[in-house]
């Protein structure tokens, strides 16, 4: 299996997305911002099929849509704009988008069922730089900002920060979810984005008791799911989010019912 | 001695509303002064601003619409905090949160071992790893407390940490916080309803009432100031 240059590609593609979206996940079920995370999907949708329809990288598409709408949804929560009502109307404006783009576009349904339910298996090396760059920008603002951002995420009134301030730090955290979603779309599509940005971390809950140990755990069941995905996909012929996703899931029912036994 | 937080002119006031008119005072630094008024007397407002000024970047004039804190760390501690029932951090792991709020991710040795001096000095050594979800309410009211004292404040504030607490844990958490103010010989500043423990376990006193500000030495503390708690408490009942 790993003698096939594409299935080198799909789990060296895999890891990085892996690696990402559950370490950003771990500040997005911690902020309780699941609802959002799949809002973004929808607008990395609409991102991805301009980009078939203009003629660049679904990527890049992607990034860009969920990069500015971030900064839209910031610009609201600072405002102290209610933004749960106006973030559905903008998903449902970005699916209607995404579907008169890919129209537009004469696009083939193989490109609308890539973006959807993720295509890694088909991966190329440039677009592997591409991810791997992008994770890097992530992990490094997570870095520097891991603090501040530990304590928006955990424990926000012990954030003391003057406003302005505060709302810098809500922006740059939408910006890393924007980019990690864009991310994650990649492997599991953006309809299952969920998958891997908050089944990891939210599973990690039950048995971690450090923004670390969260973090690190959170890793460790998605790689687990997307290897074991990527190799069950390759063996059956079946598509690689079906089987990541049926692992997730599983890892999280039983994260669940031991939380409730303990 | 040298003041912590020093306020000249100010007015609070939501509209026509004025809530506090053209008070001055000062606060001095190392000493537990306890802010007293009945709701609405202004007293989370006048916090607010005293915070406001300490976040805003520092000028040349140093002063925030009258109020100037010179004090190198602040540490707050709210009235309600909000972090839903599945919270997964340990009370250990929320001590080191706020430890510092920029820099290295991880906490150093030295960090560790102000975790471990705070959480000592609110006695929850053997709870550390508890996760704070499943701490009771005094329990977790120390742990909020531990976590500002991590930080080395010079200044501690406190709006009401002993509100949600019955009798017996709110004295548990009055003589803690004295025990650790005069250990560190930092200076707190402490909102509080219940008078009950000022006497014995403060040094001065700021009495909000009809737009004024009323400071002094607890020795001196007014009757009708040490009857606010009283009152309410009559009301309730």
Redesign the interface.
């Known amino acids: 299996m790993l003698t096939e240059a594409y299935m080198q590609h799909a789990f060296l593609a895999g890891t990085i997305i892996a690696v990402v979206s559950a370490l950003v996940g771990t500040f997005v079920v911690a902020r309780s911002y699941n609802f959002l995370t799949h809002s973004l999907s929808e607008i990395a949708f609409a991102g991805a099929a301009l980009g078939f329809w203009l003629g660049f990288a679904p990527l890049l598409g992607m990034m860009i849509a969920t990069a500015s709408s971030a900064l839209a949804i910031g610009a609201l929560e600072n405002a102290k704009v209610k933004s749960d009502n106006v973030t559905s109307a903008i998903s449902a404006m970005a699916i209607g988008l995404g579907i008169l783009f890919l129209a537009l576009g004469n696009s083939s349904s193989t490109a609308a069922t890539g973006i959807l339910f993720g295509s890694v298996l088909g991966i190329s090396m440039g677009d592997i730089a591409l991810l791997a760059l992008m994770a890097a920008v992530v992990i490094g603002l997570i870095f520097i900002l891991f603090r501040p951002l530990s304590l928006l995420a955990f424990d926000e009134a012990g954030l003391l920060l003057s406003e302005r301030k505060k709302g810098l730090l809500r922006v740059a955290f939408l910006l890393i979810m924007a980019l990690s979603v864009a991310i994650s779309s990649q492997l599991v599509g953006s309809l299952l984005i969920f998958v891997l940005v908050t089944l990891p971390a939210a599973s990690a809950r039950t048995y971690q008791k450090s923004v670390a140990g969260l973090i690190a755990l959170a890793v460790f069941f998605a790689l687990f799911g997307t290897w074991a995905g990527l190799a069950l996909a390759y063996l059956t012929n079946l598509p690689t989010s079906v089987f990541i996703a049926l692992i997730e899931v599983a890892i999280y029912l039983l994260s669940l019912a031991l939380a409730k036994l303990d | 001695m040298q003041n912590q937080i020093s306020v000249q002119h100010y007015v609070a006031a939501f509209g026509k509303r004025v809530i506090l008119k053209d008070v001055s005072f000062s606060i001095p630094s190392g000493q537990l002064t306890v802010v007293l008024g009945e709701n609405g007397a202004g007293k989370t407002t006048l916090i607010k601003a005293i915070?406001?000024a300490y976040?805003?970047?520092k000028s040349a004039a140093d002063e925030v619409n009258g109020i100037e804190v010179s004090t190198k760390k602040?540490?707050?501690v709210?009235q309600?905090?909000?972090?839903?029932s599945?919270?997964?951090?340990?009370l250990?792991?929320?001590v080191g949160?706020?430890i510092?709020?920029?820099?290295w991710?991880?906490l150093t040795k030295k960090e560790k071992g102000r975790v471990q001096e705070a959480l000592a000095l609110v006695d929850l050594t053997d709870l550390k790893?508890l996760?704070l979800s499943k701490a009771s309410g005094g329990q977790k009211q120390r742990a909020y407390i531990a976590?500002a004292l991590a930080q080395n404040p010079d200044l501690l504030i406190l709006d009401e940490p002993t509100a949600a607490l019955d009798a017996k844990h709110s004295q548990e958490v009055v003589s803690q916080i004295r025990n650790a103010q005069q250990k560190k010989g930092m200076g707190v500043l402490w909102i509080s309803h219940d008078t009950s423990w000022v006497k014995d376990f403060s040094d001065n006193y700021l009495w909000l009432h009809d737009g004024q500000a009323e400071f002094g030495s607890v020795d001196s503390l007014p009757d009708a100031a040490r009857s606010i708690h009283q009152e309410e408490v009559n009301d309730v009942n």
Not at chain 2, 86 to 90: G, I, Q, T
């Open positions: 915070l406001n976040l805003q970047p602040l540490a707050y709210p309600f905090r909000d972090l839903g599945d919270y997964p951090l340990s250990a792991a929320f949160l706020a510092r709020q920029k820099g991710p991880f790893d996760p976590q």
